[in-house]
């Protein structure tokens, strides 16, 4: 075997009842319940702000500006699976286009993230398929390997690994390692997000949004008050 030239075919993926717990669940809520570091850098940006990204990591390491590994990774993925290129966050040349989305969406995949760039931007920003990308640029790819497929990757400030359940919205991309604690993370995160609902409501109807925590906190630290 090739030095970096490793395809592993089969990982643990979690149950998909445990997966889909998290679907409606805003990104940022889900990163408030998580000590506030586990999304990707903002670098990552949905090409389509409403096509909503849920599934498992499908990893895939690249030389920067080659899509060889990720042509096969579109025929071993499964359905409900996230493909996730990682790239070195070269902008150099773009890694997918429509064609690649399109077929990745027939066969069921679940959505596609690059760090780094893709290309026909305007339709996959009007596809109903979720893409995530750092830029766009009309240089294709190179062809040439090597590569790894379905080991741990370094991915925008995150290592992914396979299995990960990978959520994202129009605020970025998060990633949840499964555990014994993840489906009570998705309930935190559900209460977490209705009390942010009841705090607008609150803000809507009424003007209100008691908060006391900022004058106990502005006391602690020795705030004074002046005319």
Known sequence: MAAGCRIRRNFKRPDRELVEMFRDIP???????????????????????????????????????????????????????????????????????????????????????????????YTLSHMDFPVYAKGVTPNGPYKNGPGEMNFPVSFAGIVINPGDIIV???????????????????EKAKKYHAGEEKQLEGILTRGEWPRPWVDELLEKVGFEFVD
């Open 168 to 186: 994202g919205d129009y605020d970025g991309l998060l990633v949840i390692r499964p555990d014994e604690h993840t489906a009570e993370l998705a």
């Open 27 to 121: 990104v940022a809520n889900l990163d408030d319940n998580m000590g506030r570091i586990a999304a990707v850098d903002s670098c990552i940006y949905p090409l389509n702000p409403n096509a909503r990204l849920l599934g498992t990591a499908f990893t895939v390491n690249a030389p920067a500006g080659d899509n060889l590994l990720f042509h096969k990774a579109l025929d071993m993925a499964q359905p409900g699976d996230v493909i996730v290129l990682a790239n070195k966050g070269s902008m150099s040349r773009s890694l997918c286009g429509e064609i690649m989305s399109s077929y990745a969406r027939s066969r069921g995949i679940a959505g596609i993230i690059i760090d780094g760039c893709v290309r026909d931007s």
